[in-house]
């Protein structure tokens, strides 16, 4: 079974000051790795997506990623947060065969201070 | 228009009534789950299918049950309502690489 452990709740950060936001995962076997994004009252939407490749995945609102696999981690970072990226982030991951459910963390709640 | 459409966005019932909260997707994806969505608790799954004649129990499925009436259409019944049932609802569909596209929700209170 795959679980994945977001390990901070809540984390505030000043406003262009950097973020991290920490995920780890649990699989014996390759996975696909997720991050999305939930501003208030809306959906979940992709931030990026790490399938194969390169470790370091960079998506959209300048956030980036990098997978490492022999740590079971895919951090989330900015290096200079805005008012506008507070919202709750969720990292997901699903196994690469077998089962395509997505399994998601419980979710960090990212509340940039100006 | 949204690729996963939610209908409707806030409701609110009585206990014991029965309530459907209704999914339509254009994505064209045959994967599409319900999850709902607690503060602190993240995203848990309700039920999942994985084609018009496939329906699986998720972690929290009692007190649910769905219906996949189309590839595009996955539907959420609530038999008898409870207090505890009041969270925000999810739909989603998700590719074959598992990226999850979802519905903007509904908020669900029970009285």
């Known amino acids: 079974a795959q679980s994945v452990t977001q390990l901070d709740s809540q984390v505030p950060v000043f406003e262009e000051a950097p973020v991290e936001l920490r995920c780890n995962y649990s699989?014996?076997?390759?996975?696909?790795l997720f991050w999305y994004v939930q501003y208030p009252n809306q959906g979940l939407q992709l931030l990026l997506k790490?399938?194969?490749?390169?470790?370091l995945v960079k998506g959209i609102n300048g956030f980036e990623a990098e997978f490492n696999k022999s740590q079971t981690s895919f951090h989330l970072r900015k290096p200079s947060v805005h008012i506008s990226d507070t919202a709750e982030y969720f990292c997901a991951v699903r196994l690469t065969g077998g089962s395509y459910i997505p399994t998601f963390g419980r979710g960090t709640s990212l509340i940039v201070h100006p | 228009d949204a690729d996963v459409t939610q209908t409707p966005r806030n409701r609110i019932t009585k206990t014991g009534k029965r309530i459907m909260l209704e999914c339509s997707q254009t994505?064209?994806?045959?994967?599409m789950y319900w999850y709902r969505q607690d503060p602190g608790l993240g995203l848990r799954l309700i039920y999942y299918s994985f084609d018009v004649k496939d329906i699986n129990k998720g972690e929290i499925s009692d007190g649910y049950s769905v219906s996949r009436q189309a590839q595009a259409k996955f539907s959420l019944s609530l038999e008898s309502a409870i207090p505890n049932q009041t969270a925000l609802y999810f739909c989603?569909?998700?590719?074959?690489?598992?990226?999850?596209?979802f519905g903007q929700g509904t908020r669900l209170t029970v009285v």
């Open positions: 699989s014996s076997v390759s996975v696909y």
């Open positions: 790490y399938l194969s490749g390169s470790t």
């Open positions: 994505k064209g994806h045959d994967r």
């Open positions: 989603a569909t998700s590719d074959s690489a598992g990226q999850a596209f």
